[in-house]
Nanobody, 123 residues
């Protein structure tokens, strides 16, 4: 089974920056699109940014121009550079990957999530 391991969360003051990383590991898999979601207390999980295997990106309106998603396909890693952070960016950030894994001779599609990393922005 493929696992996603996130890192880079933490606490920062408003206006500061953080960089999140997420690496996929496992056997016999291909990662397609990767994305970052976030969930604030009492709110639904929302898409923050998404990047395809070809590098096409899309962002939530609330982070457009402040956050940048990128990936290193050789390392099966996706990054989220977060600049000009605001208190409303405070949430648990989750990595997500659409991938294919070879199991018992058959390529199977999976939607996999990381464990989440806390980002706290103080005013």
């Amino acid at each position: 089974q493929v696992q996603l391991v996130e890192s880079g969360g933490g606490s920062v003051q408003a206006g500061g920056s953080l960089r999140l990383s997420c690496t996929a590991s496992g056997n016999m898999f291909i990662v397609d699109a990767m994305a970052w979601y976030r969930q604030a207390p009492g709110k639904q999980r929302e898409l923050v940014a998404r990047i395809t295997s070809g590098g096409n990106t899309n962002y939530a309106d609330s982070v457009q121009g402040r956050f940048t998603i990128s990936r290193d396909n050789a390392k099966n890693t996706v990054y989220l550079q977060m600049n000009s952070l605001k208190p409303e960016d405070t949430a648990v950030y989750y990595c997500n990957a659409d991938l294919r894994q070879l199991r018992r001779g058959v390529w199977r599609m999976d939607d996999t999530w990381g464990q989440g990393t806390q980002v706290t922005v103080s005013s």
